[in-house]
């Protein structure tokens, strides 16, 4: 059974599609049943230009990825989430709506690489570190024995990693 592992953001267009991006890819590559989606609870309906570019750069399709509602994931016919990542600030902080099956809920928060300053060059430095930043923690995930933990100990885990 896929582990489906749910990542969000409040507008779905940086730092939810990064780690989307990062967590699918990285389970492709180790040949891990993961997968990722990501969605907000205001979806600018626009994914940034700056983590497209860094997702490309580092070998990561990104077609069909787009801007999505969490309430997709909460419909009849949505994929089973098994864990839950915010990844900015305020969308850790909104009221989640219920995700049937409860799933783990993690917090790993990072600064909006789209506030660099610098112009266009500090904008791609920052989204290339906030990408870098994502895939190590995607890749501390993966090695975990994902069908063998209970809810507790998965809990325990992501929250090991998020304080790495």
Same mark, same amino acid.
């Given at each position: 059974? %896929?582990?489906? @592992? =749910? +990542?969000?953001? %409040?507008?779905?267009?940086?730092?939810?599609?990064? !780690?989307?991006?990062?967590?699918?890819?990285?389970?492709?590559?180790?040949?891990?049943?993961?997968?990722?989606?990501?969605?907000?609870?205001?979806? !600018?309906?626009?994914?940034? *230009?700056?983590? &497209?570019? #860094? &997702?490309?750069? #580092?070998?990561?399709?990104?077609?069909?990825?787009?801007?999505? !509602?969490?309430?997709?994931?909460?419909?009849?016919?949505?994929?089973? +989430?098994? @864990?839950?990542?915010? @990844?900015?600030?305020?969308? *850790?902080?909104?009221?989640?709506?219920?995700?049937?099956?409860?799933?783990?809920?993690?917090?790993?928060?990072?600064?909006?690489?789209?506030?660099? =300053?610098?112009?266009?060059?500090?904008?791609? /430095?920052?989204?290339?570190?906030?990408?870098?930043?994502?895939?190590?923690?995607?890749?501390?995930?993966?090695?975990?024995? =994902?069908?063998? /933990?209970?809810?507790?100990?998965?809990?325990?885990?992501?929250?090991? +990693?998020?304080?790495?």
């Amino acid at each position: 059974m %896929t582990t489906n @592992v =749910l +990542i969000l953001c %409040t507008h779905n267009s940086a730092r939810s599609v990064l !780690s989307e991006g990062m967590l699918n890819h990285w389970a492709q590559k180790l040949g891990r049943d993961v997968r990722a989606y990501s969605a907000g609870s205001a979806p !600018s309906g626009r994914l940034n *230009a700056f983590a &497209l570019e #860094a &997702l490309n750069n #580092a070998g990561v399709d990104t077609t069909g990825y787009r801007s999505k !509602s969490w309430d997709e994931f909460v419909a009849d016919g949505a994929p089973e +989430i098994h @864990v839950v990542i915010t @990844v900015c600030d305020s969308a *850790a902080a909104e009221a989640c709506p219920y995700w049937p099956g409860s799933p783990v809920k993690v917090h790993w928060g990072y600064a909006d690489p789209s506030n660099a =300053l610098g112009g266009d060059d500090g904008k791609r /430095l920052a989204f290339e570190l906030t990408r870098q930043a994502i895939g190590y923690r995607m890749l501390q995930l993966l090695v975990l024995p =994902l069908k063998e /933990l209970d809810p507790a100990s998965l809990q325990h885990a992501l929250d090991g +990693i998020a304080k790495q």
